[in-house]
């Protein structure tokens, strides 16, 4: 089973979020803010990573510029899902190396439809 | 709903648009006809039936049909299909047209434009192998609700999600408040027409490519026969149909055959590289195979 590691500050986020994960069958790991994530990361890496991007401790983009620096970190697919909406943003996460980008407020329809893209269904 | 007046409906819409309809989609005939009652300023669905039996006034019809029609459409929906035209059939087309530099593509049920827009980015991405080329997509549709909002080319944010990959989103779309307009380039490559696809279609010329995706499926057998008769007489021997993923021309025209280990594209009986005649086993692309790679033929990977 593939794993998806969820970050995201809102607890109910990662609620929702974590049951989309089981019903497309991915593993869902949770993790409160970058450093958590990246924390996770550097005991296993996942498959996907779910990522919010305004975060207490360290953002999403701080913790995708990380990753992508760790051994292996080019592995797992990165897809944002933020409020920010504007171009800026999402040209800023492309270029860190995100893979997809949802604009919330989403479902598991967009997510099951970014998921299908990258290749991770 | 009287029986009568359901019997009266559902011979109408097939008639002026081929949707078939059973008893069991009663509830959805009510649902979307209230509002067209209501615009109309009528006071109940007998009042609009009664209206329509009268035929007084011809753009009742025409609304009552648009309101039945299902409109639901996303960017490169189902990936696959986009995927072949891409890296198959459109690199055949270049080939295969490379003397004439001219190349038709058909959105037989465009609905609100993400299908021919969608094709209009696979085409403008290898325009540099098409220098000089002319090069059309016409998006046709019953709709004129629909096709007003394809014309906009304007999309919301949820719309934009289905299916865009989102370097297509950056690369051609602006912001526009909440939404999300296209590119005004883009938007220049196709064409929109409204057209119905039960009516004669030679006044729309002959097509390379035609996408009749997601429409098939709302006709009976007779309909969908001859509609897709009508296609294969539109295209050049060599020309190349789509179909949705729940649709097929098995057992319903031998006009057209499934090009092996592409799944939902058909080429012409009688063109080249079709599959043999009926009697032949069925090739690893009948319609069952699911979408799974098949055995020598590229796996067609999405770019990340
Ligand atoms: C479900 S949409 C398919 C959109 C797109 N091809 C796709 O696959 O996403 C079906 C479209 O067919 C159109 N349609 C239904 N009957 C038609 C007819 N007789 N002639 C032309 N278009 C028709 C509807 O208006 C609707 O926009």
Redesign the pocket.
């Known amino acids: 089973m593939k794993s998806c590691l969820i970050v995201d500050d809102s607890k109910v986020i990662r609620m929702v979020a974590s049951k989309i994960m089981n019903e497309l069958e991915f593993k869902p790991i949770e993790a409160a803010d970058g450093q958590e994530a990246l924390d996770a990361c550097l005991k296993a890496l996942p498959d996907a990573v779910l990522l919010d991007w305004n975060m207490p401790v360290m953002s999403g983009i701080e913790f995708l510029r990380a990753l992508r620096k760790l051994p292996g970190g080019d592995q797992p697919v990165v897809v944002f899902c933020t409020t920010e909406n504007d171009i800026t943003h999402i040209q800023e996460a492309m270029e860190a190396g995100a893979n997809e980008y949802i604009m919330k407020p989403f479902d598991s329809e967009i997510i099951q439809a970014k998921f299908a893209q990258v290749g991770l269904l | 709903m009287k029986p009568a007046d359901f019997e009266f409906m559902a011979a109408m819409l097939k008639s002026e648009?081929?949707?078939v309809i059973g008893t069991d989609k009663i509830y959805l005939l009510e649902s979307r006809l209230m509002p067209v009652a209501r615009k109309k300023g009528m006071k109940d669905l007998e009042d609009l039936i009664a209206n329509l039996r009268s035929r007084r006034d011809p753009r009742l019809l025409k609304d009552v049909t648009?309101a039945m029609?299902?409109?639901?459409?996303?960017f490169f929906?189902d990936i696959k299909p986009f995927d072949l035209f891409r890296d198959v059939i459109l690199p055949q087309m270049i080939e295969a047209r490379a003397a004439k530099k001219s190349l038709r593509i058909w959105?037989?049920?465009?609905?609100s434009g993400?299908?021919p827009y969608s094709l209009a980015m696979i085409v403008k991405e290898a325009s540099a192998r098409m220098a000089g080329w002319r090069i059309e997509i016409v998006g046709?549709?019953?709709?004129t609700e629909?096709l007003e909002k394809a014309k906009a080319g304007i999309y919301s944010q949820f719309e934009v999600q289905r299916g865009l990959p989102i370097q297509m989103l950056v690369k051609y779309f602006k912001k526009d408040e909440e939404s999300w307009r296209i590119d005004p380039a883009l938007r220049a490559m196709v064409q929109f027409r409204e057209?119905?696809?039960?009516r004669d279609l030679k006044a729309l010329g002959q097509f390379d490519v035609v996408?009749c995706?997601?429409?098939l499926i709302?006709f009976d057998q007779a309909t969908k026969g001859q509609v897709l008769e009508g296609i294969s007489r539109q295209m050049p021997s060599d020309g190349v149909l789509f179909l949705?993923g729940a649709e097929t021309v098995l057992g319903i025209s031998d006009r057209f055959k499934p090009l092996p280990g592409y799944r939902g594209v058909y080429g012409l009986s009688d063109g080249p590289g079709a599959a043999p005649a009926a009697g032949a086993p069925p090739g690893p692309a009948a319609p069952t195979a699911g979408t799974r790679p098949l055995p020598g033929k590229p796996a067609f990977p999405t770019k990340r």
């Open positions: 648009s081929g949707l648009e029609t299902t409109n639901e459409s996303f929906r959105c037989a049920a465009a609905s993400q299908e046709t549709d019953i709709s629909m057209f119905n696809l039960l996408f995706r997601n429409v709302y949705g």
